[in-house]
């Protein structure tokens, strides 16, 4: 019922406060970067009091996610592969389709009412000014361009944005799904899509300065 639903909320709210106040304390920073994935988390600590949350919503074609789900997944030695999938891609077109769009069109409804980004990934991964520059203004987004750039010449880590244990943490477009996807999965994919596919594009709201001096 929603009583037994409402004190499950509760409960788990009166733990992750302290927590998350125990992490600004400690740490000194005054934001807390939260990458967790799951959207009905992110609709959890909007209910946390004394919070000021912001989202950031990476959006990736919907082909290449097909194309990622239909690979077998493998283990973090990069070698092993998960005794429950086969080798054989398995295109789940309809199911994943659907997810997607509903996922980020849920998402979209939080960053316009609490603020935030919307940011395509393989718009990001060319050029991460747009996002720096409305998240910490063209000053900072500059500086910070700067660093990646020094960073990148001397070969380190750039970031890890919730990629695969196994691969390369560097960040990076690989748009193979044009080659790799069989010509009738990019079709049925890209026409189930189409309308979600015009709609997304990179947008900011309210996010303006939120990255601390």
């Known amino acids: ?10 409960r788990y709210l009166d ?6 106040r125990a992490i600004h304390t400690e740490s000194g920073g005054k934001i807390i970067i939260d990458t967790s994935k799951h959207l009905r988390y992110g609709m959890l600590l909007t209910a946390m009091p004394g919070t000021d949350i912001r989202f950031v919503n990476l959006v990736r074609d919907v082909r290449s996610v097909v194309l990622s789900r239909a690979r077998p997944a493998l283990m973090r030695d990069g070698q092993t592969r998960h005794a429950d999938r ?14 997607w769009a509903a996922r980020n069109e849920l998402t979209m409804r939080l960053i316009r009412k ?4 919307r940011l395509l990934y393989e718009e990001f991964a060319r050029d991460p000014r747009p996002a720096l520059e409305a998240l ?22 750039q970031h ?8 390369g943490l560097r960040l990076e477009v690989r748009e193979t799904w044009p ?15 189409w309308p979600f596919l015009r709609r997304y594009r990179f947008e900011a709201h309210r996010a303006g300065g939120l990255l601390p001096r």
Not at 86 to 99: A, D, E, G, L
Not at 114 to 117: R, T
Not at 160 to 167: D, E, I, T
């Open 1 to 10: 019922g929603r009583r037994a639903k409402a004190r499950r909320v509760a």
């Open 15 to 20: 733990a992750l406060e302290p927590l998350y």
């Open 86 to 99: 086969s080798t054989r891609p398995h295109y789940r077109i309809f199911k994943v389709v659907m997810r």
């Open 114 to 117: 609490f603020g935030g980004l």
């Open 136 to 157: 910490a203004g063209p000053e900072r987004a500059a500086a910070a361009m700067s660093r990646l750039r020094r960073d990148g010449d001397a070969g380190e880590v």
């Open 160 to 167: 890890q944005l919730a990629g695969n244990w196994v691969r």
């Open 179 to 193: 080659t790799d996807l069989p010509r009738w999965v990019r079709a049925t994919t890209t026409a189930l899509a």
